[in-house]
């Protein structure tokens, strides 16, 4: 199988269900962040982190996959006049947004309390677990400007909401885990 198509040569790109839409188009926006917020997870996986922790990204880069593929999907497309789907796209489920919620409420119960915003930075995963953070909620933004376009699973927006959650608190688990310091933002009085 060929890498190059030169399909895209003209700036259109496939959905999957053939239909083509402009290499920009917010569809394309939506899924291709997703694309890299999953090559972020790939890197703080590849940190010298707890092996569940590895174990746990590489489930929720599969979710993203899936997530991606979504997106991917022209909805116009995705079923038959009959109601039958046209597609075999797996979905995202209620139990993978409870899956976040419930690794999320286990990192906080081992933390300090929050009692301020906290300065992203102090150890390199834990930055990485940040950057990860700030383009989940990019795709986020970007998702439900498409839903405002087209429809887009509630499921999605909501993993994706979830998802940011999550990382920000394992970014705080990771600072406790790596004994790195947690710097409160305190603003300056002027």
């Not at 906080?108 to 990485?128: D, I, K, Q, R």
Request: one cysteine or more.
């Amino acid at each position: 199988m060929k890498i190059y198509t030169k399909t895209g040569d003209k700036g259109t790109t496939a959905l999957f269900g053939g239909t083509r839409v402009p290499k920009h188009h917010i569809r394309i926006e939506s899924y291709g962040t997703v694309d890299e917020l999953n090559s972020y997870l790939g890197l703080i996986r590849d940190q010298q982190i707890a092996e569940y922790y590895k174990k746990l990204i590489m489930h929720i880069q599969d979710r993203l996959f899936t997530l991606g593929a979504i997106l991917a999907t022209d909805p116009r497309k995705a079923t038959l006049k009959s109601g039958k789907e046209r597609l075999n796209i797996p979905k995202i489920s209620e139990a993978n947004i409870t899956r976040l919620e419930n690794e999320i409420d286990q990192m906080n119960e081992l933390l300090p309390p929050m009692t301020n915003f906290v300065l992203p930075g102090g150890h390199t995963t834990v930055s990485y677990c940040h950057i990860a953070r700030c383009v989940c909620r990019r795709a986020e933004r970007l998702a439900t400007l498409l839903h405002e376009q087209e429809p887009v699973d509630d499921r999605v927006l909501m993993y994706l909401n979830r998802l940011s959650d999550f990382l920000f608190v394992l970014a705080r688990k990771l600072t406790y885990d790596l004994q790195a310091e947690e710097i409160k933002w305190i603003p300056e009085k002027l």
